[in-house]
């Protein structure tokens, strides 16, 4: 008989050699470029309709990938027994003429009505007025700098200088102070006056919203020639503040800022996430879960054009298939890990992740028993043999992902670490809603394109040979946490800034 040296031995006996031998490497067989294209082509077909948060073609959407789950044999994870979750969305109007930004500095007191000196820029209407203490920010200020301010539960009070086009670093700079939990985000205008009233709209616009328990702040934006007295009574010096070259952060203890916004109801609907669920293998471990996500909605129409579909075959029906594809591999025979595993596709990510945030809000297992989120969002396009990853350095998670991917070296495929830090992406796809909560990440990203967000967007220019083996690496990264001894653990720093900050 052959004697295997002992080195040998032991690695025969280890989780990541048993995942090369069958029944593993059977089931991860079965995820083929042609099941990858052929998914695709149905998701993104032209009669989804763009797949808008709500729509028909997303429910069409959501009923196909909850079929699939059916046919796997997976248990249904959403309301009252069956697939889907289902969350509230309405139809607002904001009353132009009831809404108003007040400032109050001691005696003075200033009112910016939305219908001459104030505008909303995003965010939903408040149930009720949002005021409490201000601080001010500006100079030159990046986002990595706003995550390093206490900004919870605070107005935030930022001058712009609007006579130069707002780049792309203030529009990241506004988006971080948005998650940094305050109440409101308050932006100061130095326009001309005929240049600011031309920013007003006659008639508020129709805009819909998902109904959270923690909305996203409001973020409005004031002229500050209706708000000089307040800011002179409370020692503001907007000037010094926007030239300044370093970032600015203070405390305006003398200063009160109130954001009135008052809306209507035009209507209400709901959409769906589909949620799936295979029992795991373990009678103590199977009670924990592992989540494999993707948001299944994209961008819907645009009119006015010869092709006005918008088929989202990169963003996000490769993640879709993903979804499904794993679902599939993993439900085959002696590939049930000693975990269980929730593979959820949500709607409304481009709408601002409300999916995700009510499945966080409204989970259909215990939040503190899932151990790990790994979110697929775009993977059929680019790079031929590398998938990024973000979120590799907050937990062990990224280590796991490096030791498996050695291991498979034969997929011909790297996962390598966030290429575009500045962009955020981060904080940008429906597993932040995951890592707000505590739950470790790790998100598969293969970065934007030409065709990002346009109706070029098309099932022809997916890469199913690429996605299947990123998919196949998925599987073994999964058999790894879902068989581990031990849950993936946050790395302190990254546990401090982005869930005890988001607390």
């Known amino acids: 008989m052959h004697r295997l040296p002992l080195f040998g031995l032991l690695l025969a006996s280890s989780p990541l050699a048993a995942q090369t031998a069958s029944p593993l490497a059977h089931a991860a067989a079965g995820i083929t470029p042609a099941d990858v294209a052929r998914r695709v082509g149905i998701i993104a077909d032209d009669s ?10 997303l429910e069409l959407t959501a009923k196909y990938v909850a079929d699939q789950f059916k046919r796997f044999g997976l248990t249904p994870g959403g309301d009252a027994g069956g697939w889907f979750q289902r969350y509230p969305i309405t139809r607002r109007r904001l009353d132009l003429s009831s ?29 009720k ?16 700098a706003v995550g390093g301010f206490a900004l919870r539960d605070k107005v935030v009070l930022y001058p712009l200088d609007f006579s130069n086009p707002i780049g792309e670093n203030s529009t990241r700079v506004i988006r971080a102070i948005r998650l940094s939990g305050g109440r409101a985000v308050v932006l100061l205008s130095n326009l001309d006056s005929a240049s600011f009233a031309a920013r007003l709209p006659r008639t508020a616009p129709e805009r819909a919203g998902a109904e959270v328990e923690r909305p996203v702040p409001p ?15 409370a020692g503001v010096d907007l000037a010094g503040v926007r030239s300044a070259t370093q970032p600015v952060y203070r405390d305006v203890p003398g200063l ?21 669920i295979l029992e795991g293998s373990d009678p103590k471990l199977r009670s924990e879960y592992l989540v494999f996500s993707a948001h299944m909605d994209h961008i819907g129409i645009t009119p006015g054009q010869r092709d006005s579909i ?31 595993l929730v593979f959820l596709t949500v709607s409304g990510e481009e709408k601002g992740l409300w999916g995700s945030r009510y499945f966080t809000e409204h989970p259909p297992v215990p939040l503190d028993r899932v151990v790990a989120d790994l979110n697929i969002d775009m993977i059929g396009r680019n790079w031929p043999d590398t998938i990024v990853a973000i979120g590799k350095e907050h937990s062990d998670l990224g280590t796991t992902l490096d030791r498996v991917n050695a291991a498979h070296r034969d997929l011909g495929m790297t996962a390598i670490d966030d290429q575009w830090p500045d962009e955020r992406f981060y904080f940008r796809s429906d597993h932040y809603n995951f890592a707000r909560k505590g739950v470790p990440i790790l ?10 967000h346009r109706v070029t967007d098309s099932p022809d220019k997916i890469d199913s040979e690429k996605e299947s083996r990123i998919l196949k690496l ?10 581990a001894p031990t849950r993936p653990a946050w790395k302190p720093d990254s546990y401090r800034e982005i869930v005890e900050d988001a607390e």
């Not at 879709?320 to 085959?332: D, N, Y």
């Open 99 to 127: 809404s108003r930004v007040v400032f109050e500095a001691g005696a003075a007191v200033d009112s910016a009505p939305l219908t001459r000196s104030a505008r909303v820029v995003s965010g939903p209407a408040p149930d």
């Open 219 to 233: 973020v409005v934006e004031v002229d500050e020639r209706a708000v000089t007295r307040t800011l002179r009574a």
């Open 310 to 340: 918008n088929n989202g075959a990169d963003d996000d029906g490769s993640g879709t298939v993903g979804v499904v594809e794993l679902a599939e591999a993993f439900s085959r025979a002696g590939a049930r890990p000693r975990r269980s």
């Open 48 to 57: 989804m309709m763009g797949r808008d948060t709500p729509s028909r073609g």
């Open 474 to 483: 998925l599987f073994y990264l999964g058999q790894e946490i879902a068989n």
């Open 129 to 144: 007025p949002v005021s409490g203490t201000t601080v001010l920010v500006g100079g030159a200020l990046t986002p990595e």
């Open 443 to 452: 998100f598969f990203f293969n970065g934007v394109h030409a065709d990002y």
């Open 256 to 276: 009160t800022i109130r954001v009135q916004l008052a809306d209507s109801v035009l209507s209400s609907a709901t959409a769906p996430n589909t949620v799936g």
